[in-house]
């Protein structure tokens, strides 16, 4: 499985994704599409364990489609960014369909 997480200016949120999922998910890749940003977002996810499609601004659709196209064949699990939360129900199997609420900023 192969993780794609696109980001833009998520510096203070991206290593604490990076590591929830590499903690949740020990043998999939984490591929951030880092979508233009203007701060430490790319460095944070590498530092973090996630391999880095560094682009420029495309926005969201078209950073996860660049990341889709790098990524190895198998299945896919698209996240954002800030993502927070239990991940029980992706790693045991119950859950065809999970989705996480977040706010506006």
Do not use: H, W, Y
Not at 8 to 22: F, G, H, K, M, Q
Not at 27 to 51: C, F, L, M, Q, Y
């Amino acid at each position: 499985m192969t993780v794609l997480v696109a980001a833009r200016d998520e510096e203070e949120t991206i290593a604490r994704t990076v590591t929830s999922l590499r903690a949740a998910f020990p043998e999939a890749e984490v591929i951030v599409a880092d979508d233009g940003s203007r701060d430490g977002t790319a460095e944070a996810a590498e530092e973090s364990g996630a391999t880095v499609l560094r682009l420029p601004r495309l926005g969201k659709g078209q950073a996860l489609s660049a990341a889709e196209r790098a990524a190895p064949p198998g299945r896919l699990l698209l996240c954002d960014a800030e993502l927070e939360g239990d991940l029980r129900g992706l790693t045991n199997g119950s859950g065809d369909l999970v989705v996480a609420a977040f706010a506006e900023r």
